[in-house]
């Protein structure tokens, strides 16, 4: 945890509403976007589901990893919703551009500001949830991979391989996806059908 938020965690503690307000608004963005691809269209209830339970359970917060402990709650908030709704997670956004997404080489923090939209979040919910989760904790919410391997209950190795894995998938899929609007733009577009007004009534000879 940065210097700042720690600060801004001790300060929330002792009551201070624009410390809360800021902690807010470091995690919120993140957050949101992990709780989007667990449960769709649900993410903003969720959310404030889960900062209400932060507010409420903050003075009890005895240190370690801030982001991780708000992140650990919002997926229990997220379980508990999809338990409740009985239904799988949903994203309900197309996939319509998306910018290009880091190489296999790249770490996944790398990968972070390519993957924030939200047709990003639509082709990550695509993938087997366990690199999904990884690939969120790791490039969208900024965890390192020990810290999310706590969040998630898998040792810190299991969440590098999964991140990175899931990572190849996504650029394999943004391939994909290129080669077919690549296709598509090769492929010539008809000619022009002729256009034909209306017809002129047709007159018939005078008798006479």
């Known amino acids: 945890m940065t210097s700042e938020l720690s600060q801004a965690v001790e300060a929330a503690q002792a009551g201070d509403e624009e410390a809360f307000r800021f902690l807010y608004r470091s995690l919120q963005p993140g957050l949101l976007r992990y709780l989007t691809a ?8 969720v959310a404030s589901e889960t900062w209400l339970q932060v507010a409420r359970d903050l003075p009890n917060f005895s240190g370690g990893e801030f982001r991780a402990w708000a992140v650990t709650i919002a997926r229990n908030r997220a379980m508990d919703h999809l338990r409740r709704q009985r239904r799988r997670p949903a994203l309900p956004v197309p996939v319509q551009e998306l910018s290009e997404l880091a190489g296999d080489a790249d770490t996944a923090e790398r990968a972070g500001e390519s993957i924030g939209t939200e047709a990003a979040l639509a082709m990550i919910a695509s993938l087997p949830p366990r690199e999904a989760e990884a690939v969120l904790l790791r490039a969208v919410v900024g965890l390192d991979a020990e810290t999310a391997g706590r969040v998630l209950g898998r040792r810190a190795g299991a969440v590098r391989t999964a991140a990175h894995r899931g990572l190849r998938r996504l650029a394999l899929l943004l391939g994909e ?20 007004g209306p017809q002129a009534p047709h007159a018939e000879p005078v008798d006479g």
Do not use: W
């Open 38 to 45: 667990l449960v769709g269209a649900d993410a903003e209830d």
């Open 177 to 196: 996806r290129a080669e077919e609007e690549a296709a598509t733009a090769a492929t010539p577009a008809p000619p022009p059908r002729p256009r034909t």
